[in-house]
T-cell receptor
Framework: DQQVKQNSPSLSVQEGRISILNCDYTNSMFDYFLWYKKYPAEGPTFLIS?????DKNEDGRFTVFLNKSAKHLSLHIVPSQPGDSAVYFC??????????FGQGTELSVKP | DTAVSQTPKYLVTQMGNDKSIKCEQN?????MYWYKQDSKKFLKIMFS???????INETVPNRFSPKSPDKAHLNLHINSLELGDSAVYFCASSQAGVAGVLYNEQFFGPGTRLTVL
């Protein structure tokens, strides 16, 4: 019973283009969402977050969009760079304070 | 270097053995966690400690016992290792939010790859 789903296991994008990573969640009570980036043999690294009182948060090349009615969030990376190639995890805090992760999307940015 | 560190990075052992993984953070955080990443790459919370007290304890076999000697350390001891325990284990830390609400980003260690033969 997955409460957080990333339906695309992989995504390939050309350098300089936009990368869009998607995430769906099941519980409308979730109110804090995060994206993490993970390189092989390393731990996940926090990238950007958004609370449910906002619908957009931007940090440099990274923007997270939240659509509460659709229970959907997305991460946009513009422009994409080869160094962005990694696995991206969507995560949400539930009411019990637990961080629940999606299964990840592997992004490959081709030069 | 301010970070979350774990030792060892790799651990290969036989079924039935007992092993420990150590975690330390020098970020001054008061909350620490253990996660397991299984073969399907799902990251799942196992335990969480706030100021040395257990606050999250998922449905984990009691062969797994976390120990927090102080708020900068959270070790994981595993008894009678089984094949299914093979996974990557991540330690993390964060600063608790207001009234204990854990709405802050968590900082992860590099992981310990445990292989049980």
């Amino acid at each position: 019973d997955q409460q957080v789903k990333q339906n695309s296991p992989s995504l390939s994008v050309q350098e300089g283009r936009i990368s869009i990573l998607n995430c769906d969640y099941t519980n409308s009570m979730f109110d804090y969402f995060l994206w993490y980036k993970k390189y092989p043999a390393e731990g996940p690294t926090f990238l950007i977050s958004i609370s449910s009182i906002k619908d957009k948060n931007e940090d440099g090349r990274f923007t997270v969009f939240l659509n509460k009615s659709a229970k959907h969030l997305s991460l946009h990376i513009v422009p994409s760079q080869p160094g962005d190639s990694a696995v991206y995890f969507c995560a949400v805090y539930n009411q019990g304070g637990k961080l629940i992760f999606g299964q990840g999307t592997e992004l490959s940015v081709k030069p | 270097d301010t970070a979350v560190s774990q030792t060892p990075k790799y651990l290969v052992t036989q079924m039935g053995n007992d092993k420990s993984i150590k975690c330390e953070q020098n970020l001054g955080h008061d909350t620490m966690y253990w996660y397991k990443q299984d073969s399907k790459k799902f990251l799942k919370i196992m335990f969480s400690y706030n100021n040395k007290e257990l606050i999250i304890n998922e449905t984990v076999p009691n062969r797994f016992s976390p120990k927090s000697p102080d708020k900068a350390h959270l070790n994981l001891h595993i008894n009678s290792l089984e094949l299914g325990d093979s996974a990557v284990y991540f330690c993390a830390s964060s600063q608790a939010g207001v009234a204990g609400v854990l709405y802050n980003e968590q900082f992860f260690g590099p992981g310990t790859r445990l292989t049980v033969l």
